[in-house]
């Protein structure tokens, strides 16, 4: 099983607000959890990522917050800007493979 | 601005052309990939190349044909194209410490990709 599940497709969030965006997967053999940003006509570019044996990772307004027994992690964005609206992907990894939830479209409004 | 260099960024091509898409990547990494993405859809891997040898082949048709001259060059040949080719393709490059492992102090680094068009 190879699916991450994102949700939810779209987010309009005020500046200056949380932005929360969830992903759950099902395979267990996954053991890297990054999330990429993509503006339009830009490729992903990576943002933070996290391994299984971390419940918890920030990096600036971006954290990750991992649940391994429920198989869920998620991104929190705080003090939303407009320069972050762009697409988001979660994914997960075993190998060489990346899988990729389908994105979250976020909005900041100024 | 990425460090993994696509060229073209835009193509446009028959269904009858043969077209050639370029990867390149500076950082010393050994593992190279491309990707599909169709618009509001998540990237889709197509091939991985692991110290120069394909490792992996997603099932892609043969009209996809990559190639990876050295370990900072790879290719993707396109021949006989479908309108429903049509998309994003993008390169990544990953260090790759251990063969066959993307892990959290080797992620993949994606280039800007290059809009193709056939018509």
């Known amino acids: 099983q190879q699916q991450v599940k994102q949700s939810p497709q779209s987010l309009i969030v005020q500046k200056g607000g949380i932005s929360i965006i969830n992903c759950a997967y099902e395979n267990t053999a996954f053991d890297y959890f990054p999330w990429y940003q993509q503006f339009p006509g830009k490729g992903p570019a990576l943002l933070i990522a996290i391994r299984p044996d971390v419940s918890e990772k920030k990096e600036g307004r971006f ?48 | 601005d990425t460090e993994v260099t696509q060229t073209p960024k835009h193509l446009v091509m028959g269904m009858t052309n043969k077209k050639s898409l370029k990867c390149e990547q500076h950082m010393g990494h050994r593992a190279m990939y491309w990707y599909k993405q169709k618009a509001k859809k998540p990237p889709e891997l197509m091939f991985v190349y692991s110290y120069e040898k394909l ?16 370990s900072s060059l790879l290719n993707l040949h396109l021949h006989a194209l479908q309108p429903e080719d049509s998309a994003l393709y993008l390169c990544a490059s990953s260090q790759e410490k251990t063969p066959g492992q993307i892990f959290s102090d080797s992620p993949l680094h994606f280039g800007n990709g290059t809009r193709l068009t056939v018509t």
């Not at chain 1, 320069?83 to 979250?104: I, M, N, Q, V, W």
């Open chain 2, 55 to 70: 490792s992996i082949n997603e099932s892609v048709p043969s009209r996809f044909s990559p190639e990876c001259p050295n």
């Open chain 1, 63 to 110: 954290t990750i917050s991992f649940n391994k027994s429920a198989k869920q992690f998620s991104l929190h964005i705080m003090d939303s800007q407009p320069g972050d609206s762009a697409t988001y992907f979660c994914a997960a990894s075993s190998g060489s493979r990346l899988t990729f939830g389908e994105g979250t479209q976020l909005t900041v409004n100024p």
